[in-house]
């Protein structure tokens, strides 16, 4: 196997130019040969792809997609700080869900950063994860996804 950076290019995925903050905060930091990553939302093209509550506004497909793209998003701010190639592996996903009231699927809607870190990166994808609902996320987005990634 190549690159991670040929992976991608071999799927016809594009990293994206990372999101710029919307707060007092940088989007990914290092220390040691850990890399952490701020809370990504979906943004595509500088807009978020959906907005509203998982279970009411949005669907949890379309919610899966989004936590895909912030899984996305996550990437472009690690590529940003060390470089997409001195990924050793994907440690931990965290995922947020902005839960309609009676809204329990979580898992599945945080499968979209999952799958696509599978997807990409293989054995070395495999991650430990939290998915927790919440009441509301920054800008009405439905997902909110942050890493802890293993780099060389």
């Known amino acids: ?5 040929e992976r ?12 710029k903050p919307v707060a007092a ?9 850990l890399v ?8 595509v093209d500088g807009a978020l792809s959906s907005t509203g509550k998982v279970g009411a506004e949005v669907d949890a497909d379309e919610a899966k997609a989004a936590a895909r793209a912030c899984a996305l998003n996550a990437l472009a701010a690690i590529d940003n700080l060390v470089g997409l190639d001195a990924i050793v592996r994907i440690v931990k996903v965290v995922g947020f869900v902005a839960s ?9 809607v945080v499968n979209g950063a999952s799958e696509f870190f599978g997807e990409v990166f293989g054995d ?10 919440v009441a509301e996320l920054p800008l009405g987005a439905p997902v909110e ?3 802890i990634v293993e780099v060389s």
Do not use: C, K
């Open 124 to 133: 070395a994808g495999i991650h430990a994860r939290s998915a927790v609902g």
């Open 145 to 147: 996804v942050e890493l």
């Open 8 to 19: 991608l290019a071999e799927l016809d995925i594009a990293l994206p130019p990372v999101a």
């Open 1 to 5: 196997m190549g690159t991670w950076t």
């Open 36 to 43: 952490y990553t701020s809370g990504q939302l979906p943004f």
């Open 100 to 108: 309609a009231e009676g809204f329990t699927g979580q898992p599945g």
């Open 25 to 33: 905060y940088i989007p990914a930091i290092r220390t040691g040969s």
